[in-house]
């Protein structure tokens, strides 16, 4: 490395220059490295695997080349560098969810993941909010793999494309690149039936010949004492509303093997109004197993209730024995269990590692971009007066896209607010989810707001780095998945 970065120096001597040496990478015929010259950001790279690069020559034949970080060059690098392709990161061990809704939270966040055992997924975003925030899937696959190129992690990490609610959806995600596929099951969850009659109608209109085998298979039958036990009402009922879910992951799964990559399948039953009972689950679980589906984890909707950026509401000990009955299905078939809305639930993480036996996946997205808030806060007064504003505004329409019990008569009216306790508002459950939910507005592309944002996060984007190894060691640490002790486990961190 010291001998590459001699040669840099000598290649480039008008620039200032600062070359990340943790990035430093090389293969047969290929070495490459993070820089900044004169404060810009580029990938160096020499060796006679460079010309598939784009970018300029210094220094002379032998000399260096100075590339963008651009979309090309991240697929090259993907390709001569596999840590920085996203992978799948399979069913053994704790998967974490990243989401980052601006493309510059990696490096805070890997600095976290980099102390504990659990694989990121660094790439996580729903087509809610790409179209929230006017990003594509190659912005944010391209800020993943740059972020981990940067910071030189090389353990792995998945790319997630969430919440998709059909095949078109996934298709395109795949052709993306993505490493996991969460299919969002709530656009064929059947309701729930009304009534007995109605239930016992939708039954019957199933193939006699389907309800014969059904039946056969589920009927009063204990399951490797599973504490599911099927009587005809309740297999009726739960047939009738997840049938058409178990269709449509194996239409999902079978294009997943088409596209001859290892992809993470991920069923999730969570966003519907009801809880997903073990019936349910084993139900789900045991139909994709007869048709020979191999998920990677089920998201099921708990007791209780997971609200998007504030700890868990409801008890913690009826949380435990839910999650426990959940965890005996997912061990029995393998996959894992995933915990979606699992940012900031700092109650229930305890009982999330004890309960699975550290065999996860956890999805945090929005919080994030909480710290972000949370930064701007603390050293950007009249920005963050503006976002609120913004916020407060458009608080109606946000709530067609979130459901959360956010009371604005809660929220301190910003004219009675000094500006030193604008960092106070992230610590307060209504004000946390009016910003949180209510980024979109913030972050249209064609938005002043969006640009002053992100230029207040670059002035202090060591700040931002900062805040989100902290938040997000915390939940590692919660989560039983740092390698050490941090203090975090300890009652009153925060
Ligand atoms: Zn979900």
């Known amino acids: 490395m010291e001998r590459y970065a001699e040669k840099i120096r000598n290649a480039l001597p008008q620039a200032v220059l600062d070359i990340k040496k943790e990035s430093y990478a090389a293969v047969e015929g290929l070495r ?17 695997k460079a010309f598939q690069f784009d970018g300029v020559m210094h220094g002379g034949p032998n000399g260096v080349k100075v590339c963008c970080m651009n979309h090309d060059n991240r697929m090259i690098m993907n390709k001569e560098f596999a840590y920085t392709a996203p992978r799948a990161v399979g069913r053994q061990g704790a998967s974490f969810g990243c989401g980052d809704r601006l493309g510059i ?40 793999a740059w972020a981990v190129f940067k910071s030189g992690y090389k353990k792995g990490y998945g790319a997630d494309g969430d919440h998709l609610k059909n095949l078109e959806e996934i298709e395109a995600a795949v052709n993306h690149g993505v490493s996991m596929i969460t299919l969002d099951c709530s656009l064929v969850l059947g309701d729930r039936p009304e009534s007995e009659a109605q239930c016992r109608a939708l039954y019957q209109k199933i193939p006699k010949s389907c309800r014969n085998e059904l039946e056969e298979e589920y009927l009063q039958k ?38 001859g990559r290892q992809i993470d399948l991920e069923i999730s039953l969570d966003e519907t109004d009801h809880r997903t009972d073990l019936k349910a689950h084993y139900f789900v679980a045991n139909e994709l197993r007869r048709r020979n589906v ?8 708990f007791v209780g209730e997971f609200q998007k950026a ?36 700092f109650r229930v993480f305890p009982v999330v590692a004890e309960e699975t036996k550290g065999r996860f ?11 972000a808030v949370r930064v701007i806060a603390q050293t950007e007064p009249a920005l963050y007066r503006d976002m ?75 700040k931002y780095r900062e805040a989100l190894e902290r938040h997000f ?11 050490e002790k941090t203090g975090a486990e300890a009652p009153g961190f925060a």
């Open 32 to 48: 490459a490295v993070y820089a900044l010259a004169d404060s810009e950001e580029y990938l160096i790279v020499d060796g006679c």
């Open 310 to 345: 504030v700890d868990y509401i409801g008890e913690v000990e009826a949380f435990r024995a839910n999650l426990r009955g959940h965890c005996r299905i997912a061990d029995y078939f393998g996959h894992k269990i995933s915990v979606h809305s699992g940012s900031d639930k």
């Open 294 to 301: 191999v998920i990677n984890s089920i998201a099921p909707r």
């Open 388 to 462: 609120h504003k913004t916020a407060a505004a458009n608080y109606q329409k946000a709530g067609a896209y979130y459901k959360v019990d956010c009371d604005l008569e809660r929220v301190k009216p910003l004219d009675q607010v000094r500006d030193e306790e604008l960092p106070d508002y992230m610590d307060q459950d209504d004000a946390r989810q009016l910003l949180h939910i209510t980024y979109g507005f913030m972050l249209r592309e064609d938005g002043q707001l969006h640009r002053r944002i992100m230029e207040a996060l670059d002035r202090h984007s060591g």
């Open 473 to 483: 060691t915390r939940h590692l640490s919660l989560l039983g998945c740092m390698k």
């Open 361 to 371: 996946h956890l999805k945090t997205s929005g919080t994030s971009w909480l710290e």
């Open 222 to 259: 204990d399951f490797g004492n599973l504490g599911v036990v099927f009587g005809q009402r309740s297999l009726e009922r739960t047939v009738v509303v997840y049938k058409d879910a178990v269709e449509l992951a194996q239409a999902a799964y079978q294009m997943l093997k088409r596209s």
């Open 105 to 144: 939270a990696g490096a805070g966040q890997l600095q976290a993941v980099s102390r504990a055992e659990v694989i990121p997924v660094l790439a996580q975003q729903s087509l809610r909010e790409l179209s929230l925030t006017g990003r594509s899937y190659d912005d944010v696959m391209d800020a993943a």
